[in-house]
């Protein structure tokens, strides 16, 4: 048909107002889904790019690249057990169900029916509590089909619809999958840099302890006060209280990852104590435009659009008249072994027309609604596009910043242990007061401490720079219905090199 009736028809207010004479003009009219990706939403490149970097996008198995066997082990678990995944493989089944539903729609449905039956004659043969009456027989064998001819592809735009909603619970499972992976790598790393601000805790009440031996002597030799004892006690009270608090926020990570693994979180371990033994991989990012390629997020967003265009078809297809065939054919005798001859079949078939002439506005309210829909799914699939370009430049920025802030604190650290090493020895040999000790002590500790913490934010970094670039998935080429402008030219070149 064309575009101008088309379009004509998608703008008009009043579609039952000559009717018949559009009719033959709307035959097929299925029309493609808005394009919405504006060339000027994808970046030329990242701002936060990292140089220098061979790999460029993740690969499947992200998660081996930190070299944790441990690691490797609970995701692969948890994508057979995780409960969050296995809610979302039920909505694929669900979506796939959906699909078969609106699949039938395009073919005839038959029905076949047999009957005996026995009942009274009316002839006097025989008697049952004084009513004399006699019995027959009757057979049947009836067939019938219908078929509602999709001449206006109300049905096709269903299935599309059916179609483009399981491609979306597709990826919204991928999508899942990526999450549930990031977060089990980054509550994996929680329990460990835990475990290791634990150790540092209690590395300080050991040198506290340690000071506190030598401040006992010189107090018993009258060569320090009281008050040097005090305030070395209080410290290591202080240390000590922030002890209980650590252990209880690595106690809830480990409940927290059991969770994610779908056990409960009694006798669960990490058998895993440091995250030395780690290395932090780090990945580039190709062509920006080919993100959203590899965000299964955005390409459930893009799934959503195409499935709610397909729903507006539909409900503009629904104002025009739909056909139906029907026939049936029975065979009926009052004996089974004369039942399939020819003088006992009967026939008929036929033709039914149904256009719908006043349904007090129920289907302008349908097209409206599906309208206001897809409006809905673009600003949707616009906000998807933004914020998987937004997470990837944050999870730039995130890798870049933490890794400089951790080269810092590793020189501190060092150069804190070398302070707080002079300060004990000038100590013990007279030449300092407690006061420098405790200020080299508190310097040294906050610093490991701080140390710990940056490494987990870098380490969650990297975890999130793999998700926020897809986690190695990739969408098929066939299956995408959002283009730039160049994307559209690009493929169109490409089409015309393979001829």
């Not at 329990?191 to 805790?201: E, K, Q, S, T, Y």
């Not at 050991?206 to 006690?233: C, F, P």
């Not at 926020?249 to 030395?276: I, K, M, N, Y």
């Not at 435009?289 to 503009?316: F, I, K, T």
């Amino acid at each position: 048909m064309s575009k101008v009736a088309c379009w004509w028809f998608q703008r008009w207010r009043h579609p039952w107002r000559g009717l018949p004479a559009v009719a033959l003009l709307m035959v097929g009219c299925a029309t493609h889904v808005p394009q919405v990706l504006a060339p000027q939403v994808s970046p030329k490149r990242f701002s936060g790019q990292i140089i220098g970097i061979d790999q460029v996008w993740p690969q499947p198995d992200w998660w081996r690249t930190f070299g944790s066997p441990e690691l490797s082990a609970l995701i692969e678990k948890a994508h057979a057990a995780n409960l969050d995944l296995a809610v979302a493989v039920a909505h694929v089944m669900e979506a796939q169900a959906q699909t078969s539903i609106q699949r039938a729609a395009l073919f005839p449905q038959i029905n076949a029916q047999a009957q005996a039956l026995r009942s009274p004659s009316g002839q006097s043969a025989q008697s049952i509590s004084g009513q004399s009456y006699s019995t027959g027989n009757s057979f049947g064998l009836t067939f019938g089909a219908s078929y509602a001819a999709d001449f206006w592809g109300l049905a096709r735009d269903n299935l599309r619809a059916s179609d483009e909603a399981l491609k979306s619970a597709r990826f919204t499972q991928q999508a899942v999958a990526l999450t549930v992976t990031a977060n089990i790598a980054s509550t994996y790393f929680t329990v460990l840099v835990l475990r290791a601000r634990i150790a540092i805790a209690n590395e300080e009440i050991a040198a506290i302890n340690d000071i506190l031996g030598t401040i006992n002597l010189r107090v018993a030799t009258g060569m320090s006060s009281h008050l040097d004892l005090a305030q070395e006690q209080a410290q290591v009270e202080s240390v000590e209280a922030q002890l209980p608090m650590l252990e209880e926020q690595e106690l809830e990570a480990r409940v927290a990852l059991a969770v994610l693994l779908g056990e409960p979180p009694e006798g669960f371990e990490v058998t895993t104590q440091s995250p030395d033994a780690f290395r932090l991989p780090l990945v580039g990012v190709g062509v920006p435009s080919e993100l959203l390629l590899r965000r299964p997020d955005v390409a459930a967003a893009e799934a959503n659009l195409a499935a709610a265009h397909a729903n507006l078809d539909a409900a503009r297809a629904a104002f025009l008249p739909q056909f139906a065939l029907t026939g049936n054919g029975a065979f009926a005798s009052a004996a089974v072994n004369a039942l399939l001859h020819g003088p006992n079949f009967a026939w008929d078939f036929g033709a039914d027309l149904l256009q719908t002439v006043f349904d007090g506005g129920k289907l302008l309210g349908q097209k409206r609604l599906a309208y206001a829909t897809q409006e809905q799914l673009i600003a949707s699939y616009r906000s998807a596009v933004l914020n998987a370009y937004a997470d990837v430049e944050n999870a730039l920025g995130q890798v870049t910043n933490s890794g400089n802030s951790e080269n810092h604190l590793e020189r501190e650290v060092e150069s804190a242990r070398e302070a707080f090493k002079i300060a004990q020895l000038q100590y013990r040999q007279g030449t300092t007061d407690l006061l420098t000790v405790l200020q080299a002590q508190q310097t040294l500790f906050s610093a490991e401490d701080q140390l710990a913490q940056i490494m987990l934010a870098r380490m969650r970094a990297v975890v999130h720079l793999f998700e926020a670039l897809g986690g190695g998935w990739m969408e098929h080429p066939d299956e995408r219905t959002q283009f730039t402008s160049s994307q559209v030219i690009g493929g169109q070149r490409q089409r015309l090199a393979e001829r």
